[in-house]
């Protein structure tokens, strides 16, 4: 049985925290389970529901009592939840941050309680007061759809950018590699960049909107994330246009819109297993064995030559591969002898 729960609402007082992280809704579970740890992630979007997804199955398979919290993108949220999870007393933290330049008192009273915290896919400011981290070279992300998109433009063209969430981390990072790689094609000119917020197809929609009526010359959109080009996508099509889109995360929807011609290409964040290896690189530390000061993981492209065989792992073969997931992270964690030598990325994916 998974043991998957989540913490109280923020006005619940602490001692009913207590209870419920201990309880949940079968006692046995929580109590035989060899650790508790507390998650909390910036929203619950496909690219998050996809790593929870990764997440309870390693902690199925290691008997982790886990507690999943979505801050839906709000800061005060999610350093509440944190401070909840330290006063519940969890052996350990995994955060997904909302803001980059957030959760710094939070993380000095978890180094203070001895908690260690473990930040997967975005990172934070104070990340001296971080224990470890699994987190994706966001910035080569950004380089690689903009070289996708790029190229199929013939280096000529009129761009828009969607960015993510604003100040995270990873949106910060993929725009700096956007920027610098269309920077590269003279012949590339960036007619706006904007905000989907919370990373929300209709959020994307809207932006879209109001871009193709303020531009008649649009000749590709470069999104941070899939689901912003998904809701471009919509809002084309709505206005009757097709417009080249590349992505970033692979999820479900983005790898079909490469199948069915409508995005260019995206780069593969298989949320399954970086979440995952969040939770394993967590679960070797409350072991006491050592472990890096950090996990890159590097994304790769995902374009018409190769979705199939990655739409085969990420959807119509999911359930297996999560069946596989638990012993295929502990594999790639046991060949990782330094950052420089460790692929998380999970390449035999394609194979």
């Known amino acids: 049985m998974r043991r998957v729960k989540k913490l109280a609402a923020l006005a619940v007082a602490s001692s ?27 929203g619950q979007g496909n690219f998050i529901a996809q790593g929870q997804e990764g997440m309870e199955a390693y902690a199925e ?17 999610q350093a509440s939840q944190v401070e909840q999870m330290i006063t519940a007393g969890v052996d350990a933290i995994i955060i997904v941050p909302v803001q980059y330049d957030s959760l710094g008192p939070q993380l000095q009273q978890a180094k203070d309680a ?21 987190v994706p070279d966001d910035k080569a992300a950004g380089a690689g759809n903009a070289e996708m998109l790029a190229e199929h433009l013939g280096g000529q063209g009129n761009v828009v950018i969607m960015q993510c969430v604003l100040g995270s981390s990873y949106e910060l990072a993929r725009t700096a590699g956007m920027e610098e790689t269309f920077a590269k094609y003279p012949g590339i000119k960036i007619l706006a960049k904007g905000e989907a917020a919370n990373n929300g197809r209709s959020e994307a929609a809207a932006r879209m909107k109001n871009w193709l009526t303020a531009f008649d010359d649009i000749d590709g959109v ?33 790898l079909q819109a490469i ?10 964040q298989h949320g399954r297993v970086e979440l995952a290896t969040g939770l394993a690189v967590t679960y070797r530390l409350l072991k006491g064995e050592e472990v890096l000061p950090e996990y890159p993981y590097v994304m790769k492209k995902v374009t018409a030559e190769n ?42 994916l394609a194979e």
């Open 222 to 254: 470069a999104s941070c994330g899939d689901d912003p080009g998904l809701g471009a996508l919509q809002a084309m099509t709505e206005a009757g246009r097709s417009i080249p889109i590349t992505g970033v995360d692979g999820v479900a929807d983005g």
């Open 16 to 42: 009913a925290v207590l209870s419920l992280a201990a309880c949940g809704g079968n006692e046995s579970n929580a109590a035989d389970a060899e650790f508790r740890v507390g998650v909390t992630v910036y």
């Open 61 to 77: 398979a290691n008997n982790i009592d886990l507690l999943w919290n979505s801050a839906d993108g709000d800061v005060n949220t």
């Open 307 to 348: 979705v199939d065989a990655y739409f085969e792992h990420v959807v119509t073969e999911s359930d297996a591969f999560l069946e596989t997931l638990p012993d295929l992270v502990d594999a790639n964690l046991d060949a990782c002898t330094s950052a420089e030598a460790c692929d998380l990325s999970n390449e035999n």
């Open 259 to 268: 199948k069915d011609g409508a995005f260019v290409g995206t780069m593969l």
């Open 114 to 134: 001895g908690i260690p915290v473990v930040a997967v896919n975005t990172t934070v400011k104070d990340a001296d007061l971080l224990t470890t981290s699994v």
